[in-house]
C-alpha cells in the first residue's frame, strides 16, 4: 500500500520532523488539544462510565514528534491513571525528538514503535481501549484502508480519535500548493524548495485567498518543517463532513461527537426562524454539514468515532452522583469571563459563538471543581436560598450548553 507519493512523504518527514518541537520546553508547558486529551476520552469515547481504575490501552498511531502522546502521557501520569501509551510512526526523525520530550517530564508509561499504522492488521499489538490518529490519513495512498487497519486492533467497546483536513478553511492552500509545483518541483532539493516557498509567501498578489486565510500558522511559527508540510506536501486530501462519515461508514465507525460540538451546529449561525426550522429537520450529518458550509472556516475536522455496532451510553448529568469538571478551565473560573447578558462568549477559528446560560450558571460553576457532585452542589445551593425546583432546571441547561462547547464534561466513576 505505498507509492512513489509515500516514499516521497516518508522522505519528508524524516528530513522534516512534524510538527517542530524543542524537547527543552517541555520544562515550561504542557501542549494540549484534540483529539487525545484524557479528559475528552473519558467523557466523548466511553461516556463518562468507564472506571478510571480500569487500565487504558492507548495507541497514537502516526505519532508524529509526540504531541498527542506526551499530552496522554503526562495527563494520565498526574491522574495516577493506570495503563499506558504506545507511540508508533516510522519516522526515526520524529522517534528521537518525541523520546527526548517524555524523558524531559520523566514519563515511564510510554511504549515505543517505529513502524506504519498500516502494518498493524497481524502486528500483534494491541488491542486498544483508545487509538488517536490525527493528521494521518489524508496523507495516505487509501485512506480507507488506513482507517480498516486502526479498526483491526480496536478493543470491543474502544473509540478512535481522528483529524483530518477540512476544505473549506484550507481556501488558498491548494491554489499555493499548485503554484508550488510550477516554481518549486519535487526534484528539488527540500531546503531549495522550502526557499522559493517563502520568496512567494514573501511576494504574493494581494489577491490571493491564501493572503486572507488566518486559520492556519504552520507557515509562520511552524518553521521549515511546518512550511513544508502545509505547502509542498506531496499528497494531502481534505474531507468535508459527508465525505468523512462515508469514510467512516468503510470501516464501521460512526461519529460520537464532532469537536466541538457546538462547531456543528447551525442553528446558532442562523438567527431567521424559517431557516432554523429546517435546519432542524436534517439528519445529524447534513446539520454538521451545514454548519460547516455556513461557518466556512473549518480547517480540520476532529471527532470521536465508535463502531456503528457499539453506540456509546452516556452518564446522566443529572444524577445526583454525577460529578462535573471543566476541559482545562475549572469550572470556578468560568463565571469571571460571562457577559451582563449571561453569554459566555466564545472565538472559535475568528467566529464568535456566544454560549447562554441561565441566571443561577455562575453560582452552579462556582462550586464545580472537580471533586464537587451534582448532588452536592445542589445541597449547597439550597443551603443558601436557592429552591431545589431552580437548580433542577438551571443545572441541565447549564451543563447542556457548556457540554456543547466541550467545556464541561462529567468525571468517570472511580
Not at 36 to 41: T, Y
Not at 183 to 211: G, N, Q, Y
Not at 316 to 345: H, K, S, Y
Request: net charge neutral.
Amino acid at each position: 500500500m505505498t507509492d512513489a507519493t509515500d516514499a516521497k512523504l516518508a522522505a519528508q518527514y524524516e528530513a522534516y520532523p512534524y510538527p517542530k518541537r524543542d524537547p527543552r520546553e517541555e520544562a515550561k508547558r504542557l501542549i494540549v488539544g484534540s483529539p487525545g486529551h484524557l479528559r475528552e476520552i473519558d467523557h466523548w469515547v466511553f461516556g463518562a462510565t468507564r472506571s478510571v481504575g480500569t487500565p487504558l490501552r492507548a495507541l497514537i498511531a502516526g505519532g508524529g514528534t509526540g504531541d498527542a502522546t506526551i499530552m496522554l502521557a503526562q495527563q494520565m501520569a498526574r491522574a495516577n491513571r493506570p495503563g499506558s501509551v504506545t507511540w508508533l510512526d516510522r519516522s526515526t526523525g520524529a522517534l528521537r525528538v518525541a523520546q527526548e520530550r517524555a524523558s524531559v517530564r520523566g514519563l515511564t508509561n510510554i511504549v515505543w514503535e517505529q513502524r506504519s499504522l498500516l502494518d498493524l492488521p497481524g502486528s500483534g499489538l494491541g488491542p486498544f481501549d483508545y487509538i488517536d490518529c490525527c493528521g494521518v490519513l489524508h496523507h495516505l495512498p487509501d485512506p480507507a484502508a488506513g482507517l480498516r487497519a486502526l479498526t483491526s486492533v480496536l478493543a470491543p467497546g474502544g473509540g478512535i480519535g481522528l483529524m483530518v483536513y477540512a476544505p473549506h478553511g484550507r481556501t488558498g492552500v491548494y491554489m499555493l500548493q499548485d503554484a508550488l509545483r510550477l516554481l518549486a518541483p519535487e526534484d528539488e532539493a527540500p531546503p531549495a524548495r522550502i526557499e522559493t516557498a517563502r520568496r512567494v509567501l514573501r511576494h504574493l498578489p494581494e489577491t490571493a485567498w491564501f493572503r486572507f486565510n488566518r486559520n492556519f500558522q504552520d507557515h509562520i511559527s511552524g518553521g521549515d518543517a511546518g512550511v513544508f508540510d502545509l505547502l509542498l506536501n506531496p499528497r494531502d486530501r481534505a474531507y468535508t463532513v459527508p465525505q468523512l462519515a462515508a469514510l467512516l461508514a468503510t470501516a464501521g465507525l460512526e461519529a460520537t461527537a464532532w469537536m466541538e460540538p457546538l462547531r456543528y451546529d447551525p442553528l446558532p449561525l442562523l438567527p431567521d426562524p424559517r431557516l432554523r426550522a429546517r435546519a432542524e429537520a436534517l439528519d445529524p450529518t447534513a446539520r454538521a454539514a451545514l454548519a460547516e458550509a455556513l461557518a466556512g472556516n473549518m480547517c480540520v475536522h476532529v471527532l470521536y468515532c465508535r463502531r456503528t455496532t457499539e453506540p456509546v451510553t452516556r452518564a446522566d448529568p443529572r444524577n445526583p452522583e454525577a460529578i462535573p469538571v471543566g476541559r482545562e478551565m475549572p469550572g470556578p473560573e468560568m463565571p469571571r469571563f460571562l457577559q451582563p447578558d449571561g453569554t459566555l462568549p466564545l472565538l472559535m477559528d475568528g467566529l464568535r459563538m456566544p454560549v447562554r446560560l441561565p441566571a443561577l450558571a455562575p453560582a452552579i460553576l462556582s462550586l464545580a471543581d472537580g471533586t464537587n457532585s451534582v448532588g452536592t452542589i445542589a445541597a449547597t445551593l439550597e443551603a443558601r436560598g436557592t429552591p431545589p425546583a431552580t437548580f433542577a432546571r438551571a443545572w441541565p441547561e447549564t451543563f447542556h450548553a457548556l457540554e456543547h462547547a466541550n467545556r464541561l464534561l462529567l468525571v468517570p466513576p472511580g
